[in-house]
């Protein structure tokens, strides 16, 4: 097993990286204030995951109650986060009742969200299930839920307790969320570690077949990065928004196809193809760099064509983003592969070449 420790100026906590892991109540217990917990899941994480951990807390003396949600970015709404506080008030959840989020990047967001707000403050703790979670979403402490007009646009930045990401849960995900973690992943390579690009073109397809020593690698890989920049910027005033890389077009196209048409990862994807396209009209990269990003997406089983939204609605939703500064859109580049930098100066006749070029599926 593999401890990473995230350290922020007022706390620290581990996240751990292993096998056997998402039921050690022992590993678990020792971060709860009280024995009390909720754990928090969904219709499909249920039935797989939540009887072992729910009954090894159990067995270790936890009163626990079980959330179960409906399954679906769909879901990542106000009207399920209610959902979440009638269970806790029901259940008599106190202030140090842990909240446990047991699934992919919507659980642990929506738990999240709902522990900084319950009580003003509960206790929780990152179980994550998918490899996009285990990579990305469960560290570092941004919650959320959705707006119709813009994702993620309520929330807070709100710390877990730990993190505990076992290989072994990664056996049950589909083929396509599995590739839609790996999006996360090049993300990181592209923005700051070219190494890492070389190191996924090795591996990557390893990688899809679920070695889990490799599965093990990139994701210690993403989490030392990640705790790396959230460490320096954890509420996102400078470097942090480098995370950010083909999010702005990637959240648009979430927003604009209506939420859960698109996996996260798969309009990440189609976006980091939009923002290299961008950084090469700018004159940062060369067409070669830009097939090479093309190339190792495809290789992960993840769309290199955004739809068509239309250049206005596009614009629409991107000024929807929470990089806007003084209504200005400003986007994450590629300064070169394994480089980026926020850039706020983009012409508009720039942003139009791309939204309306060869990345763009036509009808
Ligand atoms: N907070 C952050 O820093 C951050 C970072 C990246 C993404 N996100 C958010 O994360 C969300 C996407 O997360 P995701 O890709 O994990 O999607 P998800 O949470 O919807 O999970 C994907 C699907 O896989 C199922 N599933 C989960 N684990 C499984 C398992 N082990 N076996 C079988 N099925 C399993 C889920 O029920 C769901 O149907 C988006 O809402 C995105 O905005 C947040
Ligand atoms: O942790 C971060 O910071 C990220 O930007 C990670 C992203 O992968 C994630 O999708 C995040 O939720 C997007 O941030 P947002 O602030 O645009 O919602
Ligand atoms: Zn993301």
Known sequence: MITLDLVLPDTRYPIYIGESLYADAARIVAHLPQKKAAIITNETIAPLYLAPLQAALEAAGVAVTPVILPDGEAYKTWETLNLIFDALLGARAERKTTLIALGGGVIGDMTG?????YQRGAPFIQIPTTLLAQVDSSVGGKTA?????????IGAFYQPRAVLADMAVLD??????????????????????????????????????????????????????????????????????LLNLGHTFGHAIEAGMGYGAWLHGEAVAAGMVLAAETSRL?????????????????????????????????ISHM????????????????????????????????LREVLQGRFIRRA
């Not at 839920?145 to 646009?153: A, F, R, S, T, V």
């Not at 700018?282 to 068509?308: F, K, M, Q, Y």
């Open 113 to 117: 969200f709902a522990a900084a707000c």
């Open 145 to 153: 839920i959705n707006h119709p007009l813009g994702k993620n646009m």
């Open 172 to 241: 049950t995900l589909p083929e396509r969320e599995l590739s839609a973690g790996l999006a996360e992943v090049i993300k990181y390579a592209l923005l700051g570690d070219v190494q890492f690009l070389a190191w996924l073109e090795q591996h990557i397809e390893a990688l899809r077949a679920r070695d889990r020593a490799t599965l093990a690698e990139a994701v210690r890989h993403c989490c030392q990065m990640k705790a790396d920049i959230v460490g320096e910027d954890e509420k996102e005033t400078g470097v942090r928004a």
């Open 282 to 314: 700018l004159g940062w990269i060369s067409e070669a760099d830009v097939a090479r990003v093309t190339a190792l997406i495809e290789r992960a089983g993840l769309p290199i064509l955004s739809p068509d939204l239309g250049v206005d609605a596009w």
């Open 319 to 350: 000024g929807h983003d929470k990089k806007v500064e003084e209504g200005q859109l400003r986007f994450v580049l590629l300064r070169q592969l394994g480089q980026a930098v926020i850039e706020k100066g983009v012409p508009l006749a720039v």
